[in-house]
Protein backbone atom coordinates (compact mmCIF):
# COMPACT_ATOMS: atom_id res chain seq x y z
CA UNK A 1 0.00 0.00 0.00
CA UNK A 2 1.35 3.08 -1.10
CA UNK A 3 0.15 7.01 -0.92
CA UNK A 4 2.27 9.43 -2.40
CA UNK A 5 2.18 13.20 -1.95
CA UNK A 6 3.66 15.52 -4.48
CA UNK A 7 2.90 18.98 -5.82
CA UNK A 8 4.99 20.56 -3.11
CA UNK A 9 7.58 23.83 -3.89
CA UNK A 10 8.05 27.27 -3.64
CA UNK A 11 5.90 29.78 -3.62
CA UNK A 12 5.49 33.84 -3.13
CA UNK A 13 2.82 34.94 0.05
CA UNK A 14 -0.66 34.95 -1.17
CA UNK A 15 0.22 32.47 -4.22
CA UNK A 16 -1.65 29.02 -4.28
CA UNK A 17 -0.12 25.51 -4.76
CA UNK A 18 -1.80 22.44 -5.63
CA UNK A 19 -1.07 18.96 -3.96
CA UNK A 20 -2.21 15.81 -4.94
CA UNK A 21 -2.25 12.51 -3.26
CA UNK A 22 -2.14 9.05 -4.94
CA UNK A 23 -3.48 6.41 -3.69
CA UNK A 24 -2.34 2.96 -4.97
CA UNK A 25 -5.16 0.89 -3.53
CA UNK A 26 -8.49 1.70 -4.96
CA UNK A 27 -9.79 -0.60 -1.73
CA UNK A 28 -8.44 2.64 0.63
CA UNK A 29 -10.32 4.89 -1.08
CA UNK A 30 -13.83 2.86 -1.15
CA UNK A 31 -14.01 3.58 2.61
CA UNK A 32 -11.39 5.27 4.12
CA UNK A 33 -11.35 9.12 4.64
CA UNK A 34 -7.79 10.75 3.57
CA UNK A 35 -5.78 13.58 5.84
CA UNK A 36 -3.51 16.04 5.02
CA UNK A 37 -1.16 16.98 7.15
CA UNK A 38 2.02 19.57 7.85
CA UNK A 39 4.99 19.61 10.11
CA UNK A 40 6.65 23.04 10.16
CA UNK A 41 10.37 22.49 11.19
CA UNK A 42 10.71 22.47 14.51
CA UNK A 43 7.20 22.11 15.37
CA UNK A 44 4.66 18.97 15.98
CA UNK A 45 2.73 17.43 13.37
CA UNK A 46 -0.44 18.83 12.83
CA UNK A 47 -3.75 18.36 10.99
CA UNK A 48 -4.54 20.60 8.44
CA UNK A 49 -8.00 19.11 7.10
CA UNK A 50 -9.56 15.79 5.92
CA UNK A 51 -11.87 14.42 3.42
CA UNK A 52 -14.61 11.49 4.05
CA UNK A 53 -15.51 8.73 1.73
CA UNK A 54 -19.14 9.19 2.34
CA UNK A 55 -20.62 12.76 1.75
CA UNK A 56 -17.40 13.74 0.93
CA UNK A 57 -17.49 15.89 4.28
CA UNK A 58 -14.62 17.84 4.66
CA UNK A 59 -12.83 19.09 7.89
CA UNK A 60 -10.17 22.30 8.59
CA UNK A 61 -8.27 23.52 11.16
CA UNK A 62 -9.08 26.76 11.70
CA UNK A 63 -6.15 28.84 10.75
CA UNK A 64 -6.88 27.57 6.65
CA UNK A 65 -10.06 27.63 6.57
CA UNK A 66 -11.51 29.68 3.96
CA UNK A 67 -7.83 29.12 1.81
CA UNK A 68 -7.50 25.30 1.66
CA UNK A 69 -9.84 22.94 0.02
CA UNK A 70 -9.78 19.27 -0.07
CA UNK A 71 -11.22 16.73 -2.59
CA UNK A 72 -10.91 13.54 -3.68
CA UNK A 73 -11.31 11.69 -6.85
CA UNK A 74 -12.07 7.86 -6.15
CA UNK A 75 -11.88 6.84 -10.11
CA UNK A 76 -8.34 8.31 -10.37
CA UNK A 77 -7.29 6.99 -6.57
CA UNK A 78 -6.27 10.70 -5.43
CA UNK A 79 -7.00 13.20 -3.12
CA UNK A 80 -6.26 17.04 -3.59
CA UNK A 81 -5.39 19.59 -1.50
CA UNK A 82 -5.48 23.13 -2.84
CA UNK A 83 -4.17 25.74 -1.48
CA UNK A 84 -4.26 29.08 -1.53
CA UNK A 85 -3.44 32.89 -0.19
CA UNK A 86 -0.90 31.05 1.18
CA UNK A 87 1.22 32.53 3.85
CA UNK A 88 4.81 31.86 5.65
CA UNK A 89 3.10 29.88 8.62
CA UNK A 90 2.25 27.67 6.02
CA UNK A 91 5.40 26.33 5.35
CA UNK A 92 5.78 22.89 6.13
CA UNK A 93 6.23 19.11 5.08
CA UNK A 94 2.82 18.17 4.17
CA UNK A 95 1.60 14.66 3.94
CA UNK A 96 -1.37 12.98 3.14
CA UNK A 97 -2.87 9.69 4.81
CA UNK A 98 -5.78 7.45 5.16
CA UNK A 99 -6.86 4.60 7.05
CA UNK A 100 -9.90 5.38 9.39
CA UNK A 101 -13.04 6.10 8.40
CA UNK A 102 -13.81 8.64 10.07
CA UNK A 103 -11.81 12.37 9.78
CA UNK A 104 -9.01 12.91 12.47
CA UNK A 105 -7.26 15.76 13.80
CA UNK A 106 -5.13 13.05 15.20
CA UNK A 107 -2.48 11.49 13.00
CA UNK A 108 -2.37 8.62 15.36
CA UNK A 109 -5.68 7.14 13.72
CA UNK A 110 -4.35 7.09 10.10
CA UNK A 111 -2.62 3.99 8.81
CA UNK A 112 -1.02 4.35 6.41
CA UNK A 113 0.81 7.71 4.81
CA UNK A 114 2.72 8.74 2.30
CA UNK A 115 6.78 10.48 2.30
CA UNK A 116 5.78 14.28 2.47
CA UNK A 117 6.10 16.96 0.12
CA UNK A 118 7.46 20.25 0.99
CA UNK A 119 5.43 23.87 0.52
CA UNK A 120 7.99 27.12 1.28
CA UNK A 121 6.16 30.28 1.23
CA UNK A 122 8.43 32.93 0.81
CA UNK A 123 9.32 36.01 -0.91
Known amino acids: VQLQASGGGLVQPGGSLRLSCAVS?????????IGWFRQAPGKEREGVGC????????YYIDSVKGRFSISRDNDKMTGTLQMNDLKPEDTAVYYC????????????????WGQGTLVTVSS
Open 25 to 33: EFSLLHYYS
Open 97 to 112: ATGPVSCYSSGNYYRY
Open 51 to 58: ITNKNEST
